[in-house]
């Protein structure tokens, strides 16, 4: 059984700042990409900043330079700094993981997290 869980949202003014993680559990033998996406209230998902295994990282455009997402390969744990927070920012940040393994002859599949709520106000 694998888990994601993710802690660190919460409330935040125009300009301030969070720090998201998100922590993977269970057996597993590897994982390829991790990453965050967000729901914003009637919107779809949309993908925010993801990570590889071997660091290479990618993110939305609107969040470049204000977001940074980084990863402890050890610990199967991700984070998203956020910085300079607007009001738009505002959804439902879900956990990734991609290509996940839990044995090496295992097919990879995804898992997502529960999701955390960040609201930033203006």
């Known amino acids: 059984q694998v888990q994601l869980v993710e802690s660190g949202g919460g409330l935040a003014q125009t300009g301030g700042s969070l720090r998201l993680s998100c922590a993977a559990s269970?057996?597993?033998?590897?994982?390829?990409?991790m990453g965050w996406y967000r729901q914003a209230l009637g919107k779809q998902r949309e993908l925010v900043a993801t990570?590889?295994?071997?660091?290479?990282?990618n993110y939305e455009d609107s969040v470049k330079g204000r977001f940074t997402i980084s990863r402890d390969n050890a610990k199967n744990t991700i984070y998203l700094q956020m910085n300079s927070l607007k009001p738009e920012d505002t959804a439902v940040y879900y956990c990734?993981?991609?290509?996940?393994?839990?044995?090496?002859?295992?097919?990879?599949?995804?898992?997502w997290g529960q999701g955390t709520q960040v609201t930033v106000s203006s």
């Open positions: 990734n993981a991609d290509g996940l393994k839990q044995r090496s002859y295992n097919i990879p599949r995804a898992y």
């Open positions: 990570i590889t295994s071997g660091g290479s990282t």
């Open positions: 269970g057996s597993i033998f590897s994982i390829n990409a």
